[in-house]
């Protein structure tokens, strides 16, 4: 059983420039947070899809923006990328049942912007 | 912001028990308390979780103080590969389910 896969593994951009990661959940899992964790820090939430909505969202501006398909698979865009947005981007997926289910978390996607 | 507080780092000795405390005074009585580990370079893994009761799986045992304010994740038998981020979380039973990650215990395993 696949658990949750992320793409790319790593990634450098330029300042400026947009940057889309992809995730696909653990199989029999519908929602997916999406999470950015600078070096030496805790895991931060951007947000979370439900049905294809974005359900919550953290503190992060505008320029973070996600999606989520008909098949649960979720993307994270980032536009006019900052030196400050260098972080591992993780995915997590779990059941939308209700939060006595633990989340599954990818390996995540390093981003590094130069 | 996390409603938790756990001590920076610590360290184990292989093979000996690793107790890591963790603090939730202003827990409510509908949050959960879960922990998780994240080894370097990896997304974090769920360990255990609880609501009022003392759970035990085949990762960990978690103690949770009568008054729900403090809790303690028991890694009976410490490895190597224990070395890790370990983050004591506290969550909603309803609605709010995302996960509010703080600093976390750094614990280093010593051979």
């Known amino acids: 059983d696949a658990g949750v896969t992320q793409s790319p593994t790593h990634l450098i951009k330029t300042r400026g420039q947009q940057v889309t990661l992809r995730c696909s959940p653990k199989?029999?899992?519908?929602?997916v947070s999406w999470y950015q964790q600078a070096l030496g820090q805790g895991p931060q939430f951007i947000f979370q899809y439900y049905e294809e909505e974005e359900r919550q969202r953290g503190n992060f501006p505008d320029r973070f923006s996600g999606h989520q398909f008909p098949n649960y698979s979720s993307e994270l865009n980032v536009n006019a990328l900052l030196l400050g947005d260098s972080a591992l981007y993780l995915c997590a997926s779990s059941f939308g049942g209700g939060p006595l289910y633990g989340y599954t978390f990818g390996s995540g996607t390093r981003l590094t912007v130069v | 912001d996390a409603k938790t507080t756990q001590p920076p780092s610590m360290d184990c000795a292989e093979g000996r028990a690793a107790n890591l405390p963790c603090n939730h005074s202003?827990?409510?009585?509908?949050?959960?308390v879960y922990w998780y580990r994240q080894i370097h370079s990896q997304g974090p893994q769920y360990i255990i979780h609880g609501l009022k009761n003392n759970e035990t799986n085949e990762m960990a045992s978690l103690i949770i103080t009568e008054d729900r304010k403090s809790s303690t994740l028991i890694l009976p038998h410490a490895t190597l590969r224990d070395t890790a981020v370990y983050y004591c979380?506290?969550?909603?039973?309803?609605?709010?389910?995302?996960?509010?990650f703080g600093k976390g215990t750094r614990l280093h395993i010593l051979p």
């Open positions: 979380i506290v969550r909603n039973v309803v609605g709010d389910d995302k996960i509010i």
């Open positions: 199989s029999g899992h519908d929602t």
């Open positions: 202003t827990i409510s009585g509908n949050e959960y």
